[in-house]
């Protein structure tokens, strides 16, 4: 597709078990990023994937959270037991290179609900 | 750290008013890159505009501009002639290659723009 697809677009699970949440990147971009976006704390940076090397985890909340990417494209967000404070907006984007000198594109974003 | 810093949380304007929504950050980096994103009620973030820090140029585009002043530390942005599709969240946003090229976002301003 042409932009940074998310999925699912809502979640609602129960509080304790675990939760995926995928992105695709857009098509040729290295670098992938997920933030998350919740009432009170605003936009947070959780984890950032570069080409092949390891990833920039120092946003991650919690052992809770856990993210991969695979071959360099799609990548998944692993919540586990979660919590109602894991309730938030948790967006992904991409860009076509690391850097600041190029502007990130982002997906429609996961509201995940715990309840 | 970084830090961005968005004093207005809530702008209301009538149609066809200018509006500016300020952004003040901190950053001890040299090199850095300021952006916009806006966020309307679908929830994406829509890339606005990237800025790096050797470049004070003004910019114009359509009815959007931006002043960026090193000198007080400021990325404000100006929608003139404001329009009702223009209510959204506004984001102003910082990184740099030293921060690991993660964003770091200011809270956000919510521009409700009324017919």
């Known amino acids: 597709g042409a932009g940074v697809s998310q999925s699912p677009s809502n979640k609602v699970t129960e509080k304790g078990k675990d939760v995926e949440l995928r992105c695709d990147p857009i098509s040729g971009h290295t670098a992938l990023y997920w933030y998350r976006q919740s009432l009170g704390q605003g936009l947070e940076f959780l984890i950032y994937f570069q080409g092949n090397s390891a990833p920039d985890k120092s946003g991650l909340p919690s052992d809770r959270f856990s993210a991969e990417r695979t071959g360099g494209s799609v990548s998944t967000l692993t919540i586990q037991r979660t919590q109602q404070e894991d309730s938030a907006v948790y967006l992904c984007?991409?860009?076509?290179?690391?850097?600041?000198?190029?502007?990130?594109?982002f997906g429609q974003g996961t509201r995940l609900t715990v309840v | 750290a970084q830090k961005v810093t968005q004093a207005q949380t809530e702008i209301s304007v009538v149609e066809k008013e200018d509006v500016t929504l300020d952004c003040v950050y901190e950053?001890?980096?040299?090199?850095?890159?300021l952006f916009w994103y806006k966020q309307p009620p679908s929830g994406e973030l829509v890339f606005l505009i990237r800025r790096n820090s050797f470049d004070e140029q003004n910019e114009i585009s359509g009815r959007y501009s931006w002043n960026f002043q090193k000198s007080t530390s400021s990325f404000n942005f100006t929608i003139t002639a404001s329009q009702v599709v223009d209510s959204a969240v506004y984001f102003c946003a910082l990184t740099s290659n030293n921060a690991g090229n993660m964003l770091t976002f200011g809270g956000g301003t919510r521009l409700m723009v009324k017919p």
């Open positions: 984007a991409s860009s076509l290179r690391r850097g600041g000198n190029t502007e990130a594109f």
């Open positions: 950053t001890r980096d040299t090199t850095y890159y």
